[in-house]
């Protein structure tokens, strides 16, 4: 897996959504998130059309609290382990929303948002593990300043859970080589 200057990553599927920015500072830290559209629902491209601002409220009762929204990340891996890309890593993604890091406001200003497809109670798939590791070695070589990894929910506690208790941080930050930061510090 590689990334290349534009911030694109080969071999993703690209799927542009135009909520982002540019970003002015570098890049230090990575969100894990997870995200599932009807909840607990892995089919179909809801996320996908959340992310570009094409998801229709009236598709699903759930879908008129969160249509509105103007939000994405860098990357989408499914349960399948396809990984999509709707951000370049050298553009500011909007996925972290009132946060912070190290006594550091706006997480988005220097992070890079991952969506994991799943939820809050069902473990995430090795596909996803299969994707994720290489994806998070390829950001740290592409951005060197990459120091640590958190969860949503370390970012944003008591506002976000994700993504939970059955992500495997072990796995990830042993393959990964990036450390987990729990809030503390």
């Given at each position: 897996m590689i990334i290349d200057a534009q911030g694109i990553c080969s071999p993703a599927r690209q799927c542009r959504s135009p909520n982002h920015d540019a970003r002015s500072m570098d890049i230090e830290l990575v969100v894990i998130h997870h995200i599932s559209l009807p909840p607990d629902?892995?089919?179909?491209?809801?996320?996908?059309?959340?992310?570009?601002?094409?998801?229709?409220?009236?598709?699903?009762?759930?879908?008129?609290?969160?249509?509105?929204?103007?939000?994405?990340?860098?990357?989408?891996?499914?349960?399948?382990?396809?990984?999509?890309?709707?951000?370049?890593?050298?553009?500011?993604?909007?996925?972290?929303?009132?946060?912070?890091?190290?006594?550091?406001?706006?997480?988005?200003?220097?992070?890079?948002?991952?969506?994991?497809?799943g939820n809050l109670t069902d473990p995430f798939t090795d596909a996803q593990y299969l994707t994720l590791i290489p994806l998070l070695k390829a950001l740290k070589a592409r951005h060197p300043g990459v120091r640590e990894l958190a969860g949503h929910e370390h970012v944003a506690p008591g506002r976000k859970r994700d993504p939970g208790p059955t992500f495997d941080w072990e796995r990830t930050t042993c393959g990964s080589g990036l450390p987990l930061w729990r809030g503390e510090g």
């Open positions: 629902c892995y089919d179909g491209d809801a996320v996908l059309r959340l992310f570009t601002n094409t998801l229709e409220a009236d598709a699903d009762p759930y879908y008129a609290e969160v249509a509105r929204l103007r939000v994405s990340s860098h990357f989408f891996i499914r349960r399948d382990g396809t990984l999509w890309q709707c951000v370049p890593t050298v553009a500011r993604a909007w996925h972290a929303g009132v946060s912070s890091w190290r006594g550091r406001e706006r997480c988005n200003d220097f992070s890079l948002g991952i969506e994991l497809e």
